[in-house]
């Protein structure tokens, strides 16, 4: 299945294919002279098979973990990517998660400023959402994203075949942004979730064709886009505050959306569908301190976020909210009737 | 005097005037936030004056010189930048030379994905050229300007009273770069050099018009713009060599222009113009080291390069090399008759 990202001056196609990682010559020029970024936590199996069909292609690898994120993780890659002689004219192919996808992106948008960048994302999380959108960042003195450019891929490649190497956790992790997608887009997503058994690969092409079309409206995230943060306002905060236990951020979002989602009914549907995927219950927490990360996140923009409200399954709507608004919502659990 | 950048998705205004920096406001909207990001080799008279006229505007000055177009710096200004709560809505100033310039100018290209950037040169080389054009960079690993981006500036404002403060050996240097601009594209901006008094401000304006023109046509650099890199090619690496002299880096622009001016009448014209601004004569100098300089500089990027001779006063043509031909032309002595 093809896809193609139209935006003004560089659009681009997302391929989606089980294992089309085993025959990358389709998808890409396997003469170009390349550098591989990848992290530890990826098989080497995928490397390993990427590597072998190109013919000039120095893999890079860093430890993974969004510790790794950091502007030392980049200067260790960058200087890698200038001992390699990479000119103008050749690339960087990131193989594995969003971490990876936005490091390596990052690097490919400021060596010699911007060299084209492929981006093959191996977790469900890069899959349905991260790896389409050209935004690429690092984190900085504890923000996140906060040091970053918008750098759109050449070209997109999803093998859901990469996918079985995950454990169950990861994959449900991710599966919450797919989630997420149907629930402020498109009701027939949210259905797939309801269906026995999954079907990973609709899930992931639907998902990721929503994104790509919000992209497309919105490339610089100046309106729309903001309604993917679905669930993140107060998700992120779960995820800085309990950054110890840890959970993963599709778990968080997972927690997040549910304070966002005023029909009682509609809330039991998706509490239903957390737990069919495993996502933990909200832990119990301090309305206060989880306040204070959510100001903390937002990088002391103004005096309120934009929350994104989800009435109905497949609609949502942009509503300002005040911090002590916040607090009141984080009052309240979310499990109320 | 005003002149507009135009440019696909965003132009922008460079205003020439003398005593500009004593009323910012007639430029800029005082009553954003900004950061005003310079050196310690800016007098803090431009400093102060700049930043006594804005409402909320924190200065950042980090160590003057090439050597802090680094990584290190960037990050330093990077966390200050951040622990001021810029958000996007607010922008960065440039106060300073090309290192000010470049630094300060990828600093804004990658916060947040990038913010609004301001550009106020206060020396020659900034005022006639670096300012305008969008391209901000850092130096990593010995090679310069390896890592950047591309980031217009929102306007560029050029005061030529701030180069009061530089001794003539900085202002020479910086107007070799005019020259430059008058050899490869305008005869007439070459007779301005030959002029008595010289009229600072007609060169600044009439070098950094024939700036925006080459940027209008060739945004990204894909084309014309390489012919910005007259005397460059070997300029660059008598600058890489001599280092430790250290020569300013109009001063090798200078010396490298000689190998690219086959007439000799052209040669001996711009020979005395050399004199007058009091550039240092080339060196002595070891061909085969020089050409190690010249390959090191293209880092790797093919076996030749594209070196601009200038056959009469006003144009100029791409011929490209080898670097066994860049050797033959080093052999030669730059003043040979």
Redesign the interface.
């Known amino acids: 299945m093809k896809l193609t990202v139209k935006l003004q001056d560089h659009s681009y196609p997302i391929f989606i294919e089980r294992h089309a990682l085993e025959h990358v010559a389709d998808f890409l020029d396997p003469h170009r002279k390349y550098v591989i970024v990848t992290d530890d936590g990826v098989p080497a199996r995928w490397v390993d098979l990427l590597q072998s069909q190109l013919s000039d292609a120095r893999v890079i690898t860093f430890p993974c973990g969004e510790a790794n994120k950091s502007?030392a993780t980049y200067?260790s890659v960058?200087?890698q990517v200038?001992?390699s002689?990479l000119?103008?004219k050749d690339a960087i192919i990131a193989l594995g998660g969003g971490v990876v996808g936005d490091l390596a992106g990052f690097v490919a948008?400021?060596?010699?400023?911007?060299i084209d960048f492929y981006n093959i994302p191996t977790t469900v999380l890069s899959q349905v959402d991260s790896s389409v959108g050209g935004?690429v960042?690092i984190d900085?003195?504890g923000?996140k994203?906060?040091?970053?450019?918008?750098h759109q891929p050449k070209a997109v490649l999803i093998d859901p075949e990469t996918l079985s190497t995950l454990d169950q956790r990861q994959v449900s992790s991710g599966l919450v942004e797919a989630l997420k997608m149907g629930l402020i887009l498109d009701e027939r997503l949210v259905e797939l979730f309801e269906q026995e058994p999954l079907d990973l690969d609709t899930i992931i092409a639907r998902s990721i064709d929503l994104k790509r079309a919000i992209v497309e409206n919105d490339e610089k995230?100046n309106g729309q886009r903001a309604i993917l943060n679905f669930g993140h306002t107060i998700g992120h905060a779960i995820e800085s505050a309990y950054h110890d236990v840890p959970y993963y951020h599709g778990e968080c979002v997972g927690m997040g959306m549910l304070f966002f989602l005023p029909d009682p009914t509609l809330r039991a549907r998706v509490q239903r569908i957390l737990e069919r995927l495993r996502i933990p219950a909200t832990p119990a927490y301090d309305p206060k301190a989880l306040r204070a990360f959510v100001e903390h996140d937002k990088?002391?923009?103004?005096d309120s976020v934009r929350a994104i409200v989800v009435d109905h399954a497949g609609t949502c709507r942009i509503e300002p909210m005040t911090y002590d608004q916040i607090e009141t919502i984080l009052e309240r659990s979310p499990y109320e009737k």
């Open positions: 502007l200067e960058m200087e200038i001992s002689h000119t103008r948008a400021t060596y010699m400023r911007g935004k960042a900085m003195a923000y994203n906060i040091v970053g450019a918008f995230e990088k002391g923009q103004g």
